[in-house]
């Protein structure tokens, strides 16, 4: 069975340093993995993802990851983080389907941002 | 870029009656859609695979008769809660994916209070 592991659940940031978000998975075969990020009592956004090819990847809002197969990982990196990068942000890893993908979702990670 | 919509955004209802919630995919077409649950301040929890034509997909622990999946087109899939309690009382979230291989729209949830 596939699951995730964000092993921080918060996380406070001063505003314009560096973030990074830990992820562990486990799963079978090749992971499918992707962050998402979600404000407050709102649906989520997919900041990245990953099926294959160069192993870090970049995505929306200067966020990037990088897929490290022999720690089973998928840290995610914002070199300089600013006020409206606090949200919650969830790690997953999906089981490739037909039509879209089952996604099994990490514990999440709170990220606060001083001034 | 693709949309789903959720609807309602929040609803409040009395103890013993029904809630349905609607999940539209705007611009394509989803032959399936998945619901998640998510309690405050914990990950979201993937309840059902829903599938246009045929009977969901519900995960291990998720009572069908209790949660109600109907798509019957391929831009529509519904939740109904019956005979709510207010520990059914949460976020719940639906996904949809244009196809295979693509990556997944979220609505923008909706919070069930249940009084």
């Known amino acids: 069975a596939q699951s995730v592991t964000q092993p921080d659940i918060h996380i406070t940031v001063s505003e314009g340093a560096s973030l990074e978000l830990r992820c562990n998975y486990s799963?079978?075969?090749?992971?499918?993995l992707f962050w998402y990020v979600q404000s407050p009592g709102q649906g989520l956004q997919l900041l990245l993802k990953?099926?294959?090819?160069?192993?870090l990847v970049q995505g929306i809002k200067g966020f990037e990851a990088e897929f490290k197969r022999s720690q089973s990982s998928f840290n995610l990196r914002k070199p300089s983080v600013h006020w409206s990068d606090a949200a919650e942000y969830f790690c997953a890893v999906g089981a490739y389907q037909a039509a879209g993908n089952k996604l099994t979702f990490g514990g999440g990670t709170r990220v606060l941002v001083k001034p | 870029g693709a949309v789903v919509s959720q609807h309602p955004s929040w609803v409040i209802c009395k103890s013993g009656t029904s809630v349905k919630i609607e999940c539209r995919s705007l611009?394509?077409?989803?032959?399936?859609m998945f619901w998640y649950r998510q309690f405050p301040k914990q990950s979201l929890m993937l309840m059902a695979t829903s599938n246009e034509g045929s009977k969901a997909t519900y995960e291990q622990g998720v009572e069908k008769d209790k949660f109600l999946i109907n798509h019957a087109s391929l831009t529509l899939s519904t939740l109904t809660v019956t005979s709510a309690h207010p520990e059914d009382s949460s976020f719940y979230i639906c996904?949809?994916?244009?196809?295979?291989?693509?990556?997944?729209?979220f609505g923008s949830g909706t919070q069930l209070s249940v009084l």
């Open positions: 990953y099926f294959s090819g160069d192993t």
């Open positions: 799963y079978g075969a090749t992971p499918y």
């Open positions: 611009d394509f077409q989803a032959t399936t």
């Open positions: 996904s949809a994916s244009p196809g295979r291989g693509e990556k997944l729209f």
